[in-house]
């Protein structure tokens, strides 16, 4: 962002590349849907799940990331190390 606002970057440009770069994306995922003929039930709709996790595992993962989450917060809150390295604007 200190680029764009110093104008050492050319925004247009910047913006020009990213759009294209999005719309191949979108193009190879259209010629892919295309050459296998899907519907567009197909798109939405799934007989067999790519990933089948037990309600358990999920719950656990979810709690695990958000405790992580929260200590890594604390961490950050309270040591005095760190928030040397960060000030605060």
Not at 33 to 39: I, P, V
Request: hydrophobic share 50%; glycine share 4%; proline share 3%.
């Amino acid at each position: 962002m200190k680029k764009i606002k110093s104008n050492l970057i050319n925004k247009w440009r910047m913006y020009g590349e990213i759009m294209i770069t999005q719309w191949k994306i979108v193009i190879i995922f259209l010629a892919y849907w295309f050459l296998t003929k899907s519907s567009l039930n197909d798109l939405f709709s799934f007989e067999n799940p790519l990933f089948s996790f037990p309600t358990e595992f999920l719950l656990t993962l979810g709690l695990g990331v958000g405790f992580s989450i929260v200590m890594f917060a604390f961490i950050i809150r309270f040591s005095k190390t760190i928030r040397k390295k960060f000030p605060r604007h």
